[in-house]
């Protein structure tokens, strides 16, 4: 090699590459998630100084109290931003309609906002009852599982989460929950989901359906804490969760459910 | 009977009309060497429109937002998903005919596994598109992809079959190419060579013919390394074949859903894709032999192996589509049931019948000689075996989807203008790329039917 040819030696080529990193960095910033999450809604972190490890929050739902208000379900949609139309429900209300044969019918107009309209059916009824639905948080979600990107998560503190800004909108984790808890959001073209109103627990208050709630069918609390009212409601009331043959452990527990629910 | 059979089946020749080598380079790539006529025309500008409505609509979706699409709450998966995997099954057959089939050396393959490689390779991009534009947000896909980042704690999640996806099918896209690519080169060497640098376009053809056939000589050494390289290309798409629409069919076994939630999935979808993967190869090749007069290479045996393919596989579909029944009633759960006898009586009826009577019905017609050898009614079959296998995926997601868990949010699933407009326009890339194949690829491996036929002079030489 003559010394007049230009040298590309390590030291050279590390060089080079080094004043080159701000254009790089340029680059990548454009698609790094502190980007995106800064003009994300940052209204689900908890507050300073909250330690998720010490909390395991649960629900409970007491079938004999419901009386199919609605309230739940229009808070719930104040509260979340979830969009008015019909479809987009982070929590609804369904009705149940026992004839004495054959199967339940089961409606939820509006996720029961409006009140549910009289039944006109030809069919004789044995009996109803109401039935609030939501995420039942599974601490072996089916939803986290199938998530590509890593975007739902389970938290410490028990809470199954979507982050927003990491989901791109497969929609299979709408498809893989059972409980049809999930739905795509219009706006953000990602999925949205209840989060037991994250913002508001993690600063000790309680979730806006349970807050609303006329006649305390929704109890909220920590399981495994004895002072809790979900301790009391666990101890004393008829208590199962939804589909548990599919071992997907609910934290949503319901109390007075008998086998037609689904 | 067998036996008499075997020998018959022996002693046909691969190559009919008493060919000699410069016959076959001759034929083959006369489509490449003539100027299109007018059929060519006409049939590319339509396909080429259709494809261009196809990226409109695409644009105009992913501007725009999923909503335009039919889907709802219930069922969040849509045609997109349907046509991923109809296009991804119909890939199967190429992979079949050029790996499997040569693994286990039936020479009669050598005939139409260049242009079923060629579906393969169209039929994966066609699919591959579906995945991507059926998220909400198309511009973070590459998210699935692990690659290092500075994103802290975002890794793809590798529990989910979405994810299995991204590797399956990038890995099947890179083997079928790769294995195409290689079985061209000798003939790309074979259309070079014949060019005569008369003027401008024919010293352009030379150059880019060139480039195309990597220095191909064709020496001895040459064919050895070739023979190893295939043989080695071979064995790696062979367990693709099994793998890619396994881990497909892995995207509905592993959740919950009633009608998706069973561990016969993965062999039905494999089958299935054979299956429709040969109803498309049938399809291509019968308009191709007619158009390029290839009939004394893709002959009536050819055909008719691949219409008792077709056969074998849509008796196998159907024993399927039975042990679903069986299995939803042997398994006892009331959520099972509902959903297959859904299938079959409920609202998507029509759809779950056409599926049986295309898949089912129609392919048991192969069991006579007269039909599986007469091109236009294997046509026509074919025909029915394409729409009866996109039926397929429609009453596998719809139908279970529909109808899920919670009887207070069932809904019905109508397909809109869009999904219509990009399920039809996926149809016009798949034709616009083949129809380019056919005019600038040599649609039969000529390096290959050299290999298997009568060699000239030599009598009683067989294949």
């Known amino acids: 090699m003559s010394p007049k040819q230009p040298s590309m030696e390590r030291r050279d080529f590390l060089d080079s590459m080094a004043r080159r990193l701000p254009v790089w960095m340029f680059f990548l910033s454009a698609f790094s998630p502190e980007n995106l999450l800064a003009q994300s809604d940052s209204a689900t972190e908890p507050p300073p100084g909250y330690d998720p490890t010490k909390h395991n929050y649960a629900m409970g739902v007491d079938i004999h109290k419901c009386i199919g208000c609605g309230r739940c379900a229009d808070a719930c949609k104040n509260e979340n931003h979830v969009p008015r139309e019909p479809f987009f429900y982070r929590t609804w209300v369904e009705r149940y309609i026992c004839p004495p044969e054959g199967d339940a019918i089961v409606d939820s107009p509006n996720g029961g906002i409006d009140g549910f309209p009289e039944y006109k059916g030809d069919k004789e009824v044995l009996r109803t009852y109401f039935v609030p639905k939501l995420c039942n948080h599974c601490e072996n979600a089916p939803c986290v599982q199938v998530c590509p990107v890593g975007a739902t998560f389970v938290s410490r503190d028990g809470v199954v989460l979507v982050d927003e800004s990491y989901c791109v909108g497969c929609r299979y984790c709408i498809q893989a929950c059972p409980y049809g808890a999930r739905y795509l959001h219009p706006e953000t073209k990602t999925a949205d989901k209840c989060t037991f109103c994250y913002h508001r627990i993690t600063k000790g208050l309680l979730p806006a359906c349970v807050e609303v709630c006329p006649t305390q069918t929704r109890v909220f609390g920590e399981a495994g804490h004895r002072s809790s009212p979900i301790w009391r409601f666990m101890r004393f009331g008829n208590v199962t969760v939804l589909k548990a043959y599919l071992n997907t452990k609910p934290k949503v527990y319901y109390s007075g459910a008998d086998m037609e629910v689904r | ?463």
């Open chain 2, 1 to 463: 009977m067998a036996a008499a059979e075997a020998k018959e089946l022996q002693q046909l020749p691969l190559v009919l009309g008493d060919k000699k080598y410069d016959n076959v380079t001759r034929d083959i790539i006369a489509p490449v060497e003539t100027f299109p006529k007018k059929l060519w025309w006409i049939a590319f500008s339509v396909a080429l429109t259709v494809f261009g409505v196809h990226m409109t609509a695409i644009a105009v979706v992913v501007g725009t937002g999923l909503g335009l699409l039919g889907i709802n709450n219930p069922v969040g998966w849509g045609t997109f998903i349907i046509n991923f995997v109809f296009w991804i099954g119909i890939g199967h057959a190429g992979t079949l005919i050029s790996a499997v089939l040569y693994v286990f050396r039936q020479q009669w393959r050598t005939a139409i596994n260049r242009s079923a490689e060629a579906m393969t390779i169209f039929a994966v991009a066609c699919a591959g598109i579906f995945p991507n534009i059926h998220v909400g947000r198309l511009w973070f896909i590459f998210w699935a992809m692990p690659y290092p980042n500075e994103r802290g704690v975002l890794w793809p999640n590798f529990r989910s079959p979405l994810v299995w996806d991204v590797f399956a099918i990038s890995t099947y896209l890179t083997i079928s190419l790769v294995f195409w690519y290689a079985g061209l080169v000798p003939d790309f060497a074979s259309i070079r060579d014949r060019i005569k640098e008369s003027d401008a376009v024919q010293k352009i053809r030379k150059s880019v013919y060139s480039v195309l056939s990597l220095g191909w000589v064709g020496s001895t050494r040459a064919w050895a390394h070739y023979e190893a390289m295939a043989m080695i290309l071979a064995g790696l798409s062979f367990p693709l074949v099994l793998s890619v629409h396994s881990i497909v069919s892995f995207d509905f076994a592993t959740s919950v859903i009633p009608g998706w939630h069973t561990t016969i999935f993965p062999p039905y979808f494999v089958i299935g894709a054979i299956f429709s993967g040969f109803g498309m190869v049938l399809t291509l090749l019968i308009i191709m032999r007619e158009v390029f007069h290839f009939q004394d290479y893709i002959t009536i045996k050819h055909l008719e192996n691949m219409a008792k393919v077709t056969m074998l596989t849509g008796s196998l579909v159907g024993l399927a589509y039975s042990t679903e029944f069986f299995m939803a009633w042997y398994s006892g759960s009331p959520f099972e049931g509902f959903a297959f006898i859904n299938r079959m009586f409920g609202p998507y009826w029509w759809a779950y019948w056409i599926m049986v009577s295309c898949n089912v019905i129609t392919p048991q017609l192969f069991w006579f000689k007269s039909i599986r050898t007469n091109p236009t009614l294997l046509w026509i079959i074919s025909i029915f075996v394409n729409i009866g296998m996109w039926f397929e995926r429609y009453v596998i997601v719809v139908t279970s989807l529909h109808r899920d868990y919670l009887p207070s949010s069932w809904d019905m699933y109508i397909m809109t203008n869009w999904d219509f407009a990009i399920l039809i326009g996926s149809f016009g890339m798949f034709f616009t790329l083949f129809l380019l194949f056919v005019r600038v690829f040599p649609a039969i491996a000529i390096a290959e039917i050299k290999m298997v036929m009568k060699s000239p002079g030599a009598k009683g030489f067989g294949h």
